[in-house]
C-alpha cells in the first residue's frame, strides 16, 4: 500500500508523461489487461487514458484494473489514471520509492 508521500511521488513523475494504453468504447478488455500487465512490467509505472466514446467511470476503472492486475491506484484526473506495480524484471531502471 502506498501512503501519501509515495503517491505524490509518483503522480509527479507521470505528470510529464503521454498515456502508454488507451481504452477505448469496448471497455476492460483481456487484451487491455495484457497491455497494462506488459506496461507494468516494463516500467513499473503506467499511464491510462479513456477516450471520449467509451461509457466508463474512471474511477471505476481503476479500482477494476488495479484489483485485476494486483497494482497501486496512484490517482485518477479527468479521463486518465496512473497505475503503478513493482516489477522483478531484471535491467530495467526501477523507481525507488
Known amino acids: 500500500m502506498l501512503n501519501s508521500k509515495q503517491r505524490a511521488m509518483l503522480r509527479s513523475i507521470s505528470s510529464n508523461t503521454k498515456p ?16 497494462i500487465n506488459n506496461c507494468l512490467h516494463a516500467k513499473e509505472l503506467v499511464k491510462v487514458s479513456i477516450l471520449d466514446g467509451a461509457e466508463i467511470n474512471p474511477k471505476d476503472c481503476l479500482k477494476t484494473i488495479a484489483q485485476k492486475l494486483n497494482a497501486e491506484e ?24
Open 20 to 35: 502508454s494504453v488507451i481504452i477505448g468504447k469496448d471497455g476492460i478488455t483481456d487484451h487491455i489487461l495484457e497491455q
Open 74 to 97: 496512484v490517482c485518477s484526473i479527468g479521463k486518465k489514471f496512473v497505475l503503478y506495480k513493482h516489477s522483478d524484471k531484471k535491467g530495467i531502471k526501477h523507481i525507488q520509492i
